[in-house]
């Protein structure tokens, strides 16, 4: 009898082990190449924002062993003028069902539209304009990147939170600048806080670094912010990266610096330190040696989105998994002190934004006291009754 039983049991398992598991592959398209920073200390790596992807994978691995399933990470890299559109459509040949994007706002469209018959979901992990949110917002692209004006009125809660209420707003000259700019203004109005003057910054052009730059810089900075009304904080939309970070210590007036430098809004930072993320900071450093960068996370953030959806419905079915996040029972760990779900109006990953100085985390917004009927996190950015998307 027990002989029988041994044999039953050997049976199953041998069964078991020669079953293949659900594959569920996912897609990475980004640009290839990098932008170097102003700061030498700062230069992004190769591997910013597939890093992420690519531990979220161990991740989704480690629970797909248990539920029969597999999880794999198809690359792309776009060099300049390589068509989004083909990228896309090339992975979603590959049998790929979710393709995290870090993409700009065109080139994330182009991709969004030359998939919208074949099933694909795109989870934007990259850009940040609202208008993919808004009036160009798409039915198969989930977006993990906050928005500007998330991360706007994340800074503007916590100044007005401070008494900080009078600000110096500087813009630079680019257009990415203007739309930051913009949704300062927002904010502003939205919180209470007061912009008693604005200043441009042109971009004229030339070298980013030259030898005689710390003193032009010691020279130019003070003049461009002297004679400026009574203002409590300076700050900057700068993500151009031109002008901002020569202003912590050198404005006319001793004010602190917010926005693109200085007190920063952003998803993600290396000094991140609560809610369990030191054990996944650690496990970042140990695979990349180099510390978690917003792009990472939110790369990370949208893989496990795929990986949570897929153990919860037990499913390798793109169609299915898709259909669960999408749902009201959908959320997801990620680090910040509660579950994040996604808005159901825009597709937005609902979110808490840090606030960090480039070695601490200064703050979490939102902040306490701005309150909201459904959920706190909604003070953050567009919310239902303002939105213009119309998911299509």
Known sequence: MARLFWAIVCCVLSSAALSDPAEIRIGYLGHAGIRPSLSLVDQPAENDGIAGARLAIEDNNTTGRFLDQRFALDEIR??????????ALALAGRNVGFIIADLSADALLKAADALRDRGTLLLNAGAIDDRLREEDCRGNVIHIAPTRSMLADALA????????????????SHPEDKLYADALRRAATRFGAKIV??????????ARRTDSGVTLIQRQMPVFTQQ?????????ADESEVFASYLPYRTWDPRPIAGSAGLVPTSWDAAHDQWGAVQLQNRFV????????????????AARMIGEAAARTRSGDPKAITDFLKSPDFSIAAFKGQRLTLRDWNLQLRQPILLADGRMVVSVSPQEGFLHQVSELDTLGVDRPETKCKLR
Not at 228 to 236: M, Q, R, T
Not at 286 to 301: E, I, S
């Open 78 to 87: 776009l060099r300049d003028g390589e068509d989004p559109a083909a990228a």
């Open 157 to 172: 809660q916590y100044l007005v939170w401070k008494q900080w209420k009078r600000w110096l707003l500087v813009a630079g």
């Open 197 to 206: 003057q604005e200043r441009v910054f042109e971009d004229a052009g030339g």
């Open 228 to 236: 400026a009304p009574a203002y409590d904080v300076l700050v900057a």
């Open 286 to 301: 140990k695979l990349n040696a180099r510390r978690m960068t917003a792009r990472d996370m939110q790369a990370w953030t």
